[in-house]
């Protein structure tokens, strides 16, 4: 596993944007897969987006194409999750997290479970109307 730490969050008004950002320590994420997910008060996780180890390939869920974007700098053992067009629905605390296995796709991490793999603390991102 990893150490995870996302910041970017905060408090936005509906139609505005936001960056977040997770960077990892203590070795490389550049052979796994990364992205986000996110829960709401009273709701369960969910997947939001993913980046592919090489950075090729994404993967989004619907509500949010066309208006988020998921990139990662190997370099900087860095990924983000550029916010725009936010909703009051978007509000929630916003996950940055590593897949366990290496290699593997974007679209994978749809599956990743809470017990596998590496999870940051989140950051709360609230939309205002």
């Known amino acids: 596993q990893v150490q995870l730490v996302e910041s970017g969050g905060g408090l936005v008004q509906a139609g505005g944007s936001l960056r977040l950002s997770c960077t990892a320590s203590e070795r490389s994420t550049s052979d796994y897969a990364m992205g986000w997910f996110r829960q709401a008060p009273g709701k369960e996780r969910e997947f939001v987006a993913a980046?592919?180890?090489?950075?090729?390939?994404?993967y989004y869920t619907d509500s949010v194409k066309g208006r988020f974007t998921i990139s990662r700098d190997n370099a900087k053992n860095t990924v983000y999750l550029q916010m725009n067009a936010l909703k009051p629905w978007d509000t929630a605390v916003y996950f940055c997290?590593?897949?366990?296995?290496?290699?593997?796709?974007?679209?994978?991490?749809?599956?990743?479970?809470?017990?596998?793999?590496?999870w940051g603390q989140g950051t709360q991102v609230t939309v205002s109307s």
């Open positions: 980046v592919s180890w090489t950075g090729h390939s994404t």
């Open positions: 997290a590593v897949d366990g296995d290496r290699f593997t796709s974007a679209q994978a991490m749809t599956a990743l479970r809470p017990d596998f793999g590496s």
